[in-house]
């Protein structure tokens, strides 16, 4: 992280992290205190998991105000807990329902409940959001068109069968509406697919597992790919760096490669040999097909694929990072050869 980067907030003020043990969430930590940020409180679920979250306080543990906290997001009693005497916080926790009433409550209820608590409880200078690429449109965008911060957002997360991305783009509503209402000073940070050693799961944007198989639709678009240490780096930023409020980046890292280009890279680390591919057009047209037959037996036949997800996840188009990178100073520090490299190395077949 660039040191010659200014702070907005002094490193003596407490920082909120939530979902800090997960995945991106210890990576977020980490990179906050190499920076100086001491002064921290990692709110984790009483469920969680702690063991690399702990790994990291451990190696600064001569650092007595890091301090670990348990509770539940859809607890206003917990949100007030976590947020007394913060001055900024880091969303990182996110709800992962099928359903879009527990996706509505563990994003939209949450987000709501923590920024009520940070208004009342904090001193707020900084609410940062930590969406997603999933509260994009593609439908309307041409292939092989360029997806920044400007394009169209999904309006219709019914159709398009997609509960997560609908918590996301609710979990923005709310925060944009406090900061018109209260003031309260946010950033959106909307990553695409973060990866990296730890994850082992394919993207959906890669092709799917179904059916018995994995099927690989088109291929020949680029992923929206960011390693979990630079997409973790950015976040950082977007807390830390002045003059930016009320601003969203898209967070995805350079030199990206086409989902062909992955699948190929992973088949053979895996030691996997079968998928089946499909030409776009031909998965276009059989996800117009799942989604009339689901419309006619309404609903009996779950509209798992449509041409809304199809858009969203297969059809060819560009991503820019400019303006993460003017923005908020930022560059990701492990090129994307090294990043596939360290990702591939959990598999551990054959090279």
């Keep these: 992280m660039k040191k010659a980067i200014p702070f907005h907030c002094k490193v003596s003020e407490r920082i909120l992290v939530t979902g800090s043990n997960g995945f991106v969430g ?34 600064f543990d001569s650092c007595p105000s890091i301090e670990l906290v348990t509770g539940d997001l859809l607890s206003r009693e917990d949100c007030a807990k976590a947020t007394i005497g913060v001055s900024s916080v880091i969303h990182l926790a996110a709800g992962f329902d099928k359903s879009f009433a527990g996706a509505f409550m563990n994003s939209g209820l949450a987000t709501r409940n923590l920024l009520e608590a940070f208004r009342k409880h904090g001193t707020p200078k900084r609410f940062v959001d930590v969406s997603s690429f999933a509260v994009y449109s593609n439908l309307e965008l041409p292939s092989g068109g360029m997806m920044d911060e400007n394009c169209a957002l999904e309006s219709d997360f019914q159709e398009r069968n997609d509960a997560y991305g609908f918590g996301k783009r609710k979990q923005e509503d709310i925060v944009r509406g406090y900061g018109d209402q209260f003031g309260i000073p946010w950033v959106i940070l909307r990553p695409g697919a973060v990866f990296g050693a730890g994850k082992p799961a394919l993207n959906g944007r890669v092709g799917m597992d179904t059916f018995g198989f994995f099927i690989q639709v088109g291929g020949g678009h680029r992923l929206p790919l960011t390693y979990v240490d630079n997409c973790a780096e950015a976040i950082v930023l977007a807390a830390t760096v002045p003059g930016i409020e009320g601003e969203i980046f898209n967070v995805v890292d350079d030199n990206l490669p086409t989902a062909r280009q992955f699948l190929k890279a992973y088949k053979r680390k895996s030691g996997t040999r079968f998928s089946l591919w499909l030409p776009y057009s031909a998965g276009y047209g059989l996800s117009v097909m799942w989604e009339q037959y689901s419309k006619w037996t309404k609903g009996q036949l779950p509209p798992a694929f449509n041409r809304r997800r199809c858009t969203a996840e297969w059809k060819k188009k560009e991503f820019s990072n400019v303006k993460l990178k003017e923005g908020l100073g930022w560059k990701p520090t492990v090129p994307m050869d090294v990043a596939m490299e360290r990702f591939l190395a959990q598999f551990g077949a054959e090279s």
């Design 26 to 59: 210890v990576r977020v930590v980490a990179q906050l205190l190499k920076a100086g940020f001491t002064n921290l409180r990692c709110l984790v679920r009483p469920s969680s998991k702690l063991h690399s979250l702990e790994m990291i306080l451990k190696a």
